[in-house]
């Protein structure tokens, strides 16, 4: 498969999966404010992707939201082979993403900085 398609694959499948976590499931755990598909892995002959979500708030949190996003893997596989019109949808494999909430700590450590800087100078 052509590296382009590949990449094409993989938006439609987060922009897909997005949209079924957001409006799709029911589950009272997943809270559609503070979660965010990052990024879709999909391996070379697309038999399987791996969804990388990033979930504000604290680790209790987290882990009961991913684990209510695992048991709903199977409705999201269908829903997606349905969405995506194929026979055989990937498997899906759902990780953690602390990317955006590392990102944010770091911008508060940098304001921080700045203003015990513009404290000291002033």
């Known amino acids: ?48 992707a791996r969804i990388n979500i990033s979930i504000l708030g604290d680790q209790m949190k987290q882990e009961e939201m991913m684990n209510a996003v695992r048991a709903a893997r199977g409705y999201i596989r269908s829903e997606l082979a349905h969405r995506l019109k194929v026979k055989h949808a990937p498997e899906i494999e759902f990780r953690l993403d602390k990317s955006i909430e590392h990102g944010i700590r770091i911008s508060s450590i940098l304001e921080e900085l700045k203003e015990d800087s513009n404290n000291s100078e002033g």
Do not use: C, F, W, Y
């Open 1 to 48: 498969m052509s590296r382009r398609r590949q990449e094409r694959m993989s938006e439609e499948i987060k922009r897909i999966v997005s949209h079924i976590l957001q409006e799709g499931i029911k589950d009272p755990r997943i809270e559609q404010a503070t979660i965010s598909l990052t990024r879709v892995d999909l391996s070379n002959d697309m038999s399987h």
